[in-house]
């Protein structure tokens, strides 16, 4: 059985979820030196504003720190803030109703690590989209190029190329009337707005790599 490798993430663009669904068995990538700027602690969601990003500040971060050793900052309200602004963007959504309670328990969650929280929120959506994810965390680090593993750690921010490798067949955004379809924001969107219609919309996105 092949394994598929991912970065940890925050609330996972869609794409990340999508390859998750189609994956046999999923492994994080927890030994590699962490990156600044990507979606291992940053969620892309669309607001009244266009699109904003939640940021989890990190704690002792060096450069050479592994990402299975980054801890989250708590010298700033930054859960509450997270919260509130996710319920002011999706309150109009269709199914912000049904989901608004298991998304806001992880802010109250008490993880000292990133790769926790992560997990934690992988598992609220799993439980959302009524999936088990096959997921577990690397015990080394996988260089590029390894054979066992089909890598999609390119699924990151700064790959100017990855909109390119994205495709989505658009659904109704809360701020539709605002701004344009924007594809490829973190899982949040996709449930808030198409409820129990996620899972068919995840399927159907194709990762071209």
């Given at each position: 059985?092949?394994?598929?490798?991912?970065?940890?993430?925050?609330?996972?663009?869609?794409?990340?979820?999508?390859?998750?669904?189609?994956?046999?068995?999923?492994?994080?990538?927890?030994?590699?030196?962490?990156?600044?700027?990507?979606?291992?602690?940053?969620?892309?969601?669309?607001?009244a504003n266009g699109?904003?990003?939640?940021?989890?500040?990190?704690?002792?971060?060096?450069?050479?720190?592994?990402?299975?050793?980054?801890?989250?900052?708590?010298?700033?309200?930054?859960?509450?803030?997270?919260?509130?602004?996710?319920?002011?963007?999706?309150?109009?959504?269709?199914?912000?109703?049904?989901?608004?309670?298991?998304?806001?328990?992880?802010?109250?969650?008490?993880?000292?690590?990133?790769?926790?929280?992560?997990?934690?929120?992988?598992?609220?959506?799993?439980?959302?989209?009524?999936?088990?994810?096959?997921?577990?965390?690397?015990?080394?680090?996988?260089?590029?190029?390894?054979?066992?593993?089909?890598d999609l750690r390119?699924i990151n921010p700064?790959?100017?190329?990855?909109?390119?490798?994205?495709?989505?067949?658009?659904?109704?955004?809360?701020?539709?009337?605002?701004?344009?379809?924007?594809?490829?924001?973190?899982?949040?969107?996709?449930?808030?707005?198409?409820?129990?219609?996620?899972?068919?919309?995840?399927?159907?996105?194709?990762?071209?790599?």
């Amino acid at each position: 059985m092949k394994k598929t490798l991912f970065p940890t993430a925050y609330f996972a663009p869609s794409i990340q979820y999508s390859a998750y669904l189609k994956s046999e068995k999923i492994e994080i990538e927890i030994h590699e030196h962490f990156p600044k700027q990507t979606f291992r602690n940053r969620a892309y969601i669309m607001t009244a504003n266009g699109v904003f990003t939640l940021s989890i500040p990190l704690s002792g971060r060096k450069n050479h720190t592994l990402t299975k050793d980054i801890k989250i900052s708590t010298e700033e309200d930054w859960k509450k803030l997270h919260w509130k602004t996710i319920e002011n963007a999706y309150q109009r959504s269709p199914f912000f109703e049904f989901y608004d309670t298991k998304i806001e328990k992880l802010y109250h969650s008490k993880h000292q690590f990133l790769i926790d929280f992560n997990q934690e929120a992988e598992s609220i959506i799993a439980d959302i989209l009524k999936v088990n994810f096959d997921s577990n965390f690397t015990k080394d680090f996988v260089p590029v190029d390894n054979n066992n593993y089909s890598d999609l750690r390119l699924i990151n921010p700064k790959n100017k190329d990855l909109p390119l490798m994205i495709t989505e067949n658009p659904y109704l955004q809360v701020f539709a009337d605002k701004f344009p379809y924007t594809s490829n924001l973190s899982i949040l969107d996709v449930i808030f707005n198409l409820g129990p219609e996620s899972t068919s919309h995840l399927m159907q996105m194709a990762l071209t790599v």
